[in-house]
């Protein structure tokens, strides 16, 4: 069955700082992927997708992810974060024809101003 | 943007009754519509997938006679809680699909809650 990993939980970090997240996925095929953010009391909004090109994909408020087939990742960055990222950030894939999204467990993003 | 918008945004029902939850797609026509439940600090679980004039189709482990869904029109899909009890208090997110890829838009959810 198909799966979506995200190691972190939670992580803290203070404005300006890098970020990663992880996002590990579990699926032999062709996949689209996805990473969601949720703001406090907002919902799911998309920041960037994959379906197919180069691997490095951009997207808003300064995002990017990068698909690495061969680890069947696509970890989420942003060379400086700002307070205003605090959310929580969600993986998802999309494997075959179904267009049913599987979504990781979320990590929730904390920045100190 | 797409913007999906759900009704109510909240609601409080006593045990037993049943509570109906709409999902719209404001701007663009939704041939399929997506429900999911969230719990805290997990992940958003798949529901069903509901396509416009057809059945929805239940994940595993979903109760289709609890958990009723219509998708009458390309722009409203509902999920109607039967006989509510309080562990199906949760929160319920739906999104829509429009045909032209694969991308959802997510409605802002509804917070059921069951006393």
């Known amino acids: 069955a198909q799966s979506v990993s995200q190691h972190n939980h939670h992580v803290i970090l203070s404005e300006a700082a890098s970020l990663e997240l992880g996002c590990n996925y579990s699926?032999?095929?062709?996949?689209?992927l996805f990473w969601y953010v949720q703001y406090p009391g907002q919902h799911l909004q998309l920041l960037l997708k994959?379906?197919?090109?180069?691997?490095l994909v951009k997207g808003i408020k300064g995002f990017e992810a990068e698909f690495i087939k061969s680890k069947f990742s696509f970890n989420l960055r942003k060379p400086s974060v700002q307070w205003s990222d605090t959310a929580e950030y969600f993986c998802?894939?999309?494997?075959?024809?179904?267009?049913?999204?599987?979504f990781g467990k979320g990590t929730k993003l904390s920045v100190k101003p | 943007g797409a913007v999906v918008s759900q009704h109510p945004s909240r609601v409080i029902c006593k045990s037993g009754t049943s509570v109906k939850i709409e999902c719209r797609s404001l701007?663009?026509?939704?041939?399929?519509m997506f429900w999911y439940r969230q719990f805290p600090k997990k992940s958003l679980m798949l529901m069903a997938t509901?396509?416009?004039?057809?059945?929805?189709?239940?994940e595993q482990g979903v109760e289709k006679d609890k958990f009723l869904i219509n998708h009458a029109s390309l722009t409203l899909s509902t999920l109607t809680v039967t006989s509510a009890h309080p562990e199906d208090s949760s929160f319920y997110i739906c999104?829509?699909?429009?045909?032209?890829?694969?991308?959802?838009?997510f409605g802002p959810g509804t917070r059921l809650t069951v006393t």
């Open positions: 999104s829509a699909r429009a045909n032209r890829d694969y991308e959802q838009y």
């Open positions: 699926y032999g095929g062709t996949v689209n």
């Open positions: 994959y379906f197919s090109g180069d691997p």
């Open positions: 998802a894939v999309n494997a075959g024809s179904q267009g049913n999204l599987i």
């Open positions: 701007d663009f026509q939704a041939t399929t």
């Open positions: 509901s396509n416009e004039g057809s059945k929805a189709t239940y």
